[in-house]
């Protein structure tokens, strides 16, 4: 089975669903929407947005999170056990609305001259407290359960940025988690494929 990922031409929302794809070991392609299609292609969306998936017999997934976990659950990362399972849905949840706290208000609603002082803000002040909570529930090794899950590569997106990188830098087993799929040779293989979105966004 093969999957068409309709997303801009971004990391932003696609890129937890492409990397636990690739953890996953998902077949899907990219369709990128160009910007100047967009509002036409709005129209025959159910919700308005993108990202949305669709499988070859035409089964279509909206909602990033749900396309997440319906990969994690192909993919052998979403946890076997119950109570775990609804601790990984309560930490991408978490992680999609930090997420949210930056990437539209920095990334795309600021000028040039605002970016550098919000950036500074998020770095020395919100980013530091909400790493320390995911920095207390890691193990030793950097994952949240005993092995690498969908909980973990939605971690390593969101705390992938550069300017994140001080705040992870003094966090060990987040460091260790971000070293360790930075590293992999999936991680590698993907970043060399023609399905990596080369986006600072
Ligand atoms: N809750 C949705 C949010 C989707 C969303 O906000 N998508 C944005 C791109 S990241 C979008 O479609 N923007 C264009 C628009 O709303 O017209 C999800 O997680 O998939």
């Known amino acids: 089975m093969v999957y068409t990922l309709t997303y801009f031409e971004l990391k932003g929302r696609g890129e937890p669903i492409r990397l ?3 953890f996953g070991k998902i077949e899907y392609k990219n369709d990128i929407v160009p910007y100047d299609q967009w509002l036409e292609k709005k129209k025959k969306t159910k919700f ?5 998936v ?14 997440c976990r319906h990969f994690a659950k192909a993919g052998g990362l979403y946890p076997k056990d119950d109570r775990e399972q609804t601790i ?7 992680l999609s609305d930090w997420s949210k706290s ?3 208000p920095i990334q795309f609603k600021s000028t040039e001259e605002e970016i550098p002082q919000k950036i500074k803000k998020l770095t020395e002040e919100t980013a530091p407290q909400f790493f320390d ?3 207390k529930d890691l193990n030793e090794d950097g994952h949240f359960f005993d092995k690498l899950s969908w909980a973990d590569l939605y971690l390593f ?3 992938s940025p550069d300017f994140l990188k001080p705040v992870v830098d003094e966090r ?10 930075y590293n992999s040779d999936t991680y590698k293989k993907y970043k060399s494929s023609d399905r990596y979105i080369n986006s600072d966004k």
């Not at 990984?88 to 978490?94: L, M």
């Not at 060990?172 to 799929?181: A, D, N, Q, R, T």
């Open 48 to 52: 308005g947005h993108v990202p949305y």
């Open 133 to 135: 909570v995911i920095e």
């Open 54 to 67: 669709t499988d070859e017999d035409g089964f279509v997934i909206n909602e990033s999170v749900a396309i």
């Open 157 to 159: 997106h969101t705390a």
């Open 20 to 22: 636990i794809a690739e």
């Open 102 to 104: 930056f990437t539209v």
């Open 172 to 181: 060990p087993k987040l460091k260790k988690l971000m070293e360790e799929v």
């Open 88 to 94: 990984s849905d309560q930490w991408v949840d978490a």
